[in-house]
Structure formats: structure tokens, C-alpha cells
């Protein structure tokens, strides 16, 4: 029998949520051995952001020990021995392949058993690959995904290798539009492909996207939309060397970045608490139907109390806050206080090239632009409200300074009401700075 572990508390995954949760644990007393974190990663909490911000251009590249949690918040940064002197026990390398809630019991791949009495689900999202839907050829060589420190390492190295060749980037989000400016950074031929009418359809309308992807090809990058991939032409050491698209048309490429979205892991707790929404369904303390689970960051799906409705949000922003939230109720429980019920802000932002935005809110309902939003123009700066029921429900901005950033946070909080659509147009930033 392999040798059985127990800790008072358990945290399954080693993301960002798992990162701020042991800081917080820590902040609220937690004693010496208490607290175990078991992550599949050979490395300790990382802000997984930085992969795509920096860790990939290989000029100016972020390394690892650089952005350990919680250095994304202008926090301490955990390396090992951080860990190590709180009494934390970091378990990695070791995958937890069956989770038992009604004996709270672990198990890993290699068998090690771990007994918990509260355990806090931050097992995070894994990339969909383009293997899952059976495309051709998509078990290729120098196809990539990022979602972990390791693919991170595959990728740099193949941009290296491929100096100057041709890149294809599958995907017009996040990771998409990100990883194309790095490898154009990079000194790559970029082509990013995408099936929708524009990018980062989820947040984006197309006035907002028009201008990203009018800078996009002023730097060079080819775009390609309303069309997929839908298989890959390999040479004889099995690299990739042309991405077939579903039009007809194909595509020359020496590397290829997949990023078309993620999906919450939550296999481990199938049937043993209750869903929704893709993710174990919470109350506003992150606590699951189990009272001894707590689930945060991706794999949550919790009362959004500024909208009156259940959401799951993927977001290190959430990652964190979700995770302060978790253990603060944890040992409010122990003590027999109460803390107030979870109050977010949904809050996207991202950097490419000399840009910069900023979201915050909910995209629904008419929206109303305003600013310089040409594409052509040395420093524009433009930016989005959305409007429903006669209210600011969500504000995004391109270019915009500290104070502006705080100002939208606040517009979209306050949710202020809206005489005209035309006078908010004319007012732009400035009707959210004075309020």
C-alpha cells in the first residue's frame, strides 16, 4: 500500500487560484503541516498571463522566478522556499486521478493516497485541442497550445528554430491575438484564422474589432476569417508544413498555434456535487453542495450578485479574487463569523503591440463608441459603453491611463443612468471621470 498523507486542508491544482489561496491561508493563521497543494505542474503557482504577455518574446522574455504568484498583484512572490517556511507542503509533478468526497479521500496517478477535511477545487481549465474534433493531421509536430509553463517552453523554442518563417495562429481571442503580435515581435510571417465575422467575439463588437484588426495589418499580420482549419499537411519527420482550411484555400506554415478555447476540468467531482453552467455549481462563499468543497477560479459557477445570476468566469482576476473569498470563508466558518457574500466586477484586459485595454462589467445591450478609434493614428485612444434599460452596464477602453481604467471600473459598478446615447457619445471618458 502506498503511504496515505493528511492535511487539514487540500488544494487540488497549482494554478494562480492555488497561489493567492495559500497566501491567504497564510494571512489567516494557518498552522505548519495544515495545508497541502497538489499540482500536476513540476513548478510552484505561476501568473499564467505572463506566458502570453512575455514569457514568449524573446527579446525582452519574463522568466520564471519572476512571475510567481502573487507578483500579478504587486504581491510577495512564493518561490519553493516560501512554501516551505509557512509549513505548506508543495506536492507537484503529482496528478490527482480520482477524488472519493464522501470518505475525503485523493488518489493519485502513482496511487499516494491523501486524506483532507476541507478540500478547495482549483484544478482550472485544459486547452481543447484541435485532436478532439478528429482534424486531420492535428497530432502534427510544431503545433502548440499555451496553457502551462511547459508549452510556453516548446513554443519559444520553435520561434527560435523558426526564425523568420511562417506562422499560422488558429484563433482570433485571447490567446490568438496575443500570441500573433509576439510572433510577429519575433520576426515571424503571422496568418491568424479565425471562423467568426471578427475578433475576440465574446467581448469585442465590431467597431472594437475593426480597429484591432485594421493595426493588426498595418503590422503585417495576414487575416483570414469566417473560415477553419480543417486538417494539416505534414513533411517526413512529421512537422507541419500547410494548414488546409475549410474554404478551399491553404495556408504555408513552419509552426502553428492552436487557441481556441478551454474547458473547465471538473471529471473528478462528476456526480459527487452539484453542476451548472459547465462548472461546480457555488454559493457566494465558493462553497459547493458538499460543505466540505470549496471550488474556485475557472471551475466555479457562482452567484454574480451585480447581475442576479449564476456565471462562471475565466479570468485570473477571478482566479485570485475567488480564492481570497474561498479561504476567508473557510476560517470565518471555523470561527463562527460570517463574511459578506461575494461581490465581483467582471474585469478583462489585455496588452499587444503598444496597446493596452481594459473591460469592466457586461457586454449586452446596445453599445455606443466613442474616441479615436483609427487604426492609423500615433496614440489612439477610444473606447465602448454598453447600455441597457437606460443604464451603463459595462465600459471598455483602449489607451486609457490609471485613472481613466478606475473610472470605467467605477461607471460600470455605479451603473449609471443614461439621458442620450448621441451626449454620451460626445461625452466619452469623460462622462465616466466625473462621475
Known amino acids: 500500500m502506498a503511504e496515505e498523507k493528511s492535511f487539514k486542508y487540500v488544494i487540488v491544482g497549482g494554478g494562480v487560484a492555488a497561489g493567492y489561496a495559500a497566501r491567504e491561508f497564510f494571512k489567516q493563521g494557518v498552522k505548519h503541516g495544515e495545508l497541502a497543494i497538489i499540482s500536476k505542474e513540476q513548478v510552484p503557482p505561476y501568473e499564467r498571463p505572463a506566458l502570453s504577455k512575455g514569457y514568449i518574446h524573446l527579446d525582452n522574455k519574463a522568466t520564471l522566478p519572476n512571475f510567481y504568484v502573487c507578483a500579478g498583484s504587486g504581491g510577495e512572490r512564493q518561490f519553493p522556499m516560501w512554501y516551505k517556511e509557512k509549513g505548506i507542503e508543495l506536492i507537484l509533478a503529482t496528478e490527482i486521478v480520482k477524488a472519493d468526497l464522501a470518505s475525503k479521500t485523493l488518489v493519485s496517478g502513482t496511487g499516494q493516497v491523501f486524506k483532507y477535511q476541507t478540500l478547495l477545487a482549483a484544478t482550472g481549465s485544459s486547452v481543447i485541442r484541435l485532436s478532439d474534433f478528429g482534424v486531420p493531421g492535428a497530432d502534427a509536430k510544431n503545433i502548440f497550445y499555451l496553457r502551462e509553463l511547459e508549452d510556453a517552453?516548446?513554443?519559444?523554442?520553435?520561434?527560435?528554430?523558426?526564425?523568420?518563417?511562417?506562422?499560422?495562429?488558429?484563433?482570433?481571442?485571447?490567446?490568438?491575438?496575443?500570441?500573433?503580435?509576439?510572433?510577429?515581435?519575433?520576426?515571424?510571417?503571422?496568418?491568424?484564422?479565425?471562423?467568426e465575422p471578427w475578433c475576440m467575439p465574446r467581448l469585442f463588437t465590431a467597431g472594437i474589432a475593426s480597429f484591432y484588426e485594421g493595426y493588426?495589418?498595418?503590422?503585417?499580420?495576414?487575416?483570414?476569417?469566417?473560415?477553419?482549419?480543417?486538417?494539416?499537411?505534414?513533411?517526413?519527420?512529421?512537422?507541419?508544413?500547410?494548414?488546409?482550411?475549410?474554404?478551399?484555400?491553404?495556408?504555408?506554415?513552419?509552426?502553428?498555434?492552436?487557441?481556441?478555447?478551454?474547458?473547465?476540468?471538473?471529471?473528478?467531482?462528476?456526480?459527487?456535487?452539484?453542476?451548472?453552467k459547465g462548472g461546480l455549481k457555488t454559493d457566494g462563499f465558493f462553497k459547493t453542495s458538499n460543505p466540505d468543497v470549496y471550488a474556485i477560479g475557472d471551475v466555479a459557477t457562482f452567484p454574480m450578485k451585480l447581475y442576479n445570476e449564476m456565471r462562471r468566469v475565466e479570468h485570473v482576476d477571478h482566479a485570485r479574487k475567488s480564492a481570497e473569498q474561498a479561504v476567508k470563508a473557510i476560517k470565518a466558518a471555523e470561527e463562527g463569523n460570517s463574511i459578506p457574500d461575494y461581490d465581483y466586477l467582471p474585469y478583462f484586459y489585455s496588452r499587444a503591440f503598444d496597446l493596452s485595454w481594459q473591460f469592466y462589467g457586461d457586454n449586452v445591450g446596445e453599445s455606443v463608441m466613442f474616441g479615436d478609434n483609427d487604426p492609423k493614428s500615433p496614440k489612439?485612444?477610444?473606447?465602448?459603453?454598453?447600455?441597457?434599460?437606460?443604464?451603463?452596464?459595462?465600459?471598455?477602453?483602449?489607451?486609457?491611463?490609471?485613472?481613466?481604467?478606475?473610472?470605467?471600473?467605477?461607471?460600470?459598478?455605479?451603473?449609471?443612468?443614461?439621458?442620450?446615447?448621441?451626449?454620451?457619445?460626445?461625452?466619452?471618458l469623460s462622462f465616466a471621470t466625473k462621475i
Open 380 to 428: 489612439p485612444k477610444f473606447g465602448s459603453y454598453w447600455i441597457k434599460d437606460g443604464k451603463v452596464v459595462g465600459a471598455f477602453v483602449e489607451g486609457g491611463t490609471a485613472e481613466e481604467n478606475q473610472a470605467i471600473a467605477k461607471v460600470a459598478r455605479a451603473q449609471p443612468s443614461v439621458e442620450s446615447i448621441d451626449v454620451l457619445a460626445k461625452e466619452g
Open 153 to 195: 517552453d516548446y513554443l519559444a523554442y520553435a520561434m527560435e528554430v523558426k526564425e523568420k518563417g511562417k506562422a499560422v495562429v488558429v484563433g482570433g481571442g485571447y490567446i490568438g491575438l496575443e500570441l500573433s503580435a509576439a510572433l510577429k515581435a519575433n520576426n515571424l510571417d503571422v496568418t491568424m484564422v479565425y471562423p
Open 216 to 276: 493588426y495589418a498595418n503590422k503585417g499580420i495576414n487575416i483570414v476569417k469566417g473560415t477553419v482549419a480543417s486538417g494539416f499537411t505534414t513533411n517526413s519527420n512529421g512537422e507541419v508544413t500547410e494548414v488546409k482550411l475549410k474554404d478551399g484555400r491553404t495556408l504555408e506554415a513552419d509552426i502553428v498555434i492552436v487557441g481556441v478555447g478551454g474547458r473547465p476540468i471538473i471529471s473528478l467531482f462528476k456526480g459527487q456535487v452539484e453542476e451548472e
